[in-house]
Nanobody, 126 residues
Framework: QVQLVESGGGLVQAGGSLRLSCAASGRTFKRCAVGWFRQAPGKEREFVAAINWNAYNTYYADSVKGRFTISRDNAKNTVYLQMNSLKPEDTAVYYC???????????????????WGQGTQVTVSS
């Protein structure tokens, strides 16, 4: 069993930065791929970024490439999402998710993840 808690969201002006954290409990977290997803009001949840268990592979949505960076510290059971050059269209609730078995392009799909956090709100003002 893995439990996930997101933090670091808030209100920021366009062009600013935020760093989200996803803190996990559970022995299997170190073997899990972790993804970040987001959901804006009235829109479907969408993939943002993912990282495999040993951080050798990272994946990004085209909309955030070059602006967001996903990383992890398995000693701290934490995954981070550094978000730079934020835009108003980045406004959403951001969720982290974990799963032992997703790999490659499977990690782009929210259905691939077993464990989910409660989300943290990110609001970017123009």
């Amino acid at each position: 069993q893995v439990q996930l808690v997101e933090s670091g969201g808030g209100l920021v002006q366009a062009g600013g930065s935020l760093r989200l954290s996803c803190a996990a409990s559970g022995r299997t977290f170190k073997r899990c791929a972790v993804g970040w997803f987001r959901q804006a009001p009235g829109k479907e949840r969408e993939f943002v970024a993912a990282i495999n268990w040993n951080a050798y592979n990272t994946y990004y949505a085209d909309s955030v490439k070059g602006r967001f960076t996903i990383s992890r510290d398995n000693a701290k059971n934490t995954v981070y999402l550094q978000m730079n050059s934020l835009k108003p269209e980045d406004t959403a609730v951001y969720y982290c998710a974990a799963d032992q078995y997703c790999s490659g392009h499977g990690c782009y799909q929210d259905a691939s993840y077993e464990y989910w956090g409660q989300g943290t709100q990110v609001t970017v003002s123009s």
